[in-house]
């Protein structure tokens, strides 16, 4: 078909799939015009014009791929379905234009079709498609067609272009459907290599095609450049299970390299995750350990003025080093001066409390706890995750008394506010013990905190509605209504009147102001609601009169 010679193969391949998907819709159909819509990551209009011979001479299409200059797969596709009654291909007389054809039995396609015309279809095919090629050459000779890599990553890239505008630039509508083509690429070329156990090819693939990734330039908004550089992963992990030792080498020193270099273009962890897994062999170990300990050390120096990076890293690559180290079976004087050595960093000192709890030393793992309390005393979140293992510490060991005494400590001053942590304060008292020490917490925290949750446990209703009164907004109202309402169901609807009054104040949209009247139309439900909700409504089309969209909302609050 010449008009195929307008466009690129992969685009072909593409519009192909799109026309067998039966998502083509032919609009208008004429001699020298033809007008469809097709139906892929959004709907597409495509014109088609044709010379006095037939032949094609203009295309258009609305979609980002041809308003940048491009023959797209969308007028491929429109092109194909014109063209399928009039290149002999011989459709069932059921089979409708727009019609999906993708469900058809393939066996009943195929048998339905000429055989000479069955030929000239697998030529075109495979004369324009080398990945068909591979597969026809696999099926009918047996073994694997040999493909260079350079002609794996003619597919890859070909698989970009059918995605990226002018710009090279993947954008979110075309993102989804390239990362399953991506991912359906992986499984087809990397599997059967790992099935035929070329794991030099098909590391030499992934390596390619992580690369390819690294330098794309996509609306990566829904994680699609993790999710191929996790199939990769997957595979690499298969592949170093089970080759020689030359090529895990190989695969060893790229890893190496990756763990050198910022990936800030890869998924966190990509290059770390593998050279912590998949090299325990004693060829690897002692380099793979000091590799581990530079970066540790590197961490300490090049973080060390920078809070978030310097918790991170050094967290990251202490426990690293510690469990490569634990792995090794080093001796514990090894051990002991590791930990004097990087004392400072929070993960070290987390590791050395958990081996005493494996070791039931409690009192050793207290002590450390309480040291790091000091040790990073300017951190809230750090000083409260040690008193909460303090205290779980007490318990265990039967320490009664300090373990309430940690208690009273999160509940009042390091997690203010916890639920959990309050019910779990007052199971060590009776009930009238309780009643006359939890104002402690009650009356004793912060204005900021919200103890809301802490009067709903204990009942203290009345206590509750004042203080849902007093918070500003209605959030607190909407959360605790319902246990409140059966007593308290005037107070309720006086809030909902001072909030809606707040909210009235301020010139809004008309999605605000049916919000406003939602709220107006469950207060007429409350006893005495219907008459404050006409005082209010009367009152502000008196106030707010010249705004006409809150003006026409209000009406719906009587109908």
Known sequence: MDWEKLFARHILRRGYDYFLA?????????DDQIIARVVGSDEYDVRVDFDEMGDVIEMECDCPHALSGHHCKHMAAVLYEYYQDRENFKYHPDTKTGNDRSSEDPDNLVDRVDQMILRKFVNELIKHDTVIKDKFHNFIYGGIAHRSLSSYKSEFISIVDVHAGMAGFIDYREADEFVLEVLGFIDNNIAMLVEIRDYSQAFKLIELIIKETRHLEIDDSDGGTYKICEKCRHYLDEIVAVCDLKLKKEIYDWVKIGVNHDNYDLPDDFFDKMLLGDFDEPEFQNERLE??????NQATRVYEQETWPLAYYQ???????????????????????????????????????????EKNDYAKA?????????????????VASYSVQLKDLYRKSGDKNNYISQLWQLALNDEPGNLDLYQELKSQYDHQ??????????????????????????????????YVYERPGLSL???????????????????????????????????????????????????????LVNSIVSRWREDYRRRRAMMEELNQVFK
């Open 22 to 30: 039966g998502k083509v819709s032919l609009l208008s159909e004429g």
């Open 291 to 296: 590799l581990v300990k530079e970066k540790l």
């Open 315 to 357: 967290d990251k690559w202490a426990l690293s080093y510690l469990e490569l180290l634990e792995r090794s079976r080093v001796s514990s004087p090894k051990f002991e001066e590791v930990y004097r050595k990087y004392w400072n960093i929070v993960a070290v000192r987390q590791f050395y409390v958990d081996k005493c709890i």
């Open 366 to 382: 207290i002590e450390i706890l309480h040291e790091s309390q000091e040790i990073d005393h300017d951190s809230r979140h750090l």
């Open 433 to 466: 013990e309780w009643t006359r020490l939890r104002d402690r917490i009650l009356l004793g925290l912060p204005r900021h905190i919200n103890i809301a949750p802490l009067l709903n446990e204990d009942k203290l209703y009345g206590r509750l509605m004042g």
């Open 477 to 531: 109202v909407f959360e605790y209504e319902q246990v409140l309402k059966p007593e308290y169901s005037r107070q309720i609807l006086n809030k909902y009147a001072l909030e809606l009054d707040n909210m009235a104040q301020v010139s809004s949209n008309r999605g605000r102001y049916r919000e406003m009247v939602t709220l107006l139309v469950k207060m007429k439900k409350f006893q005495g609601g219907e008459d």
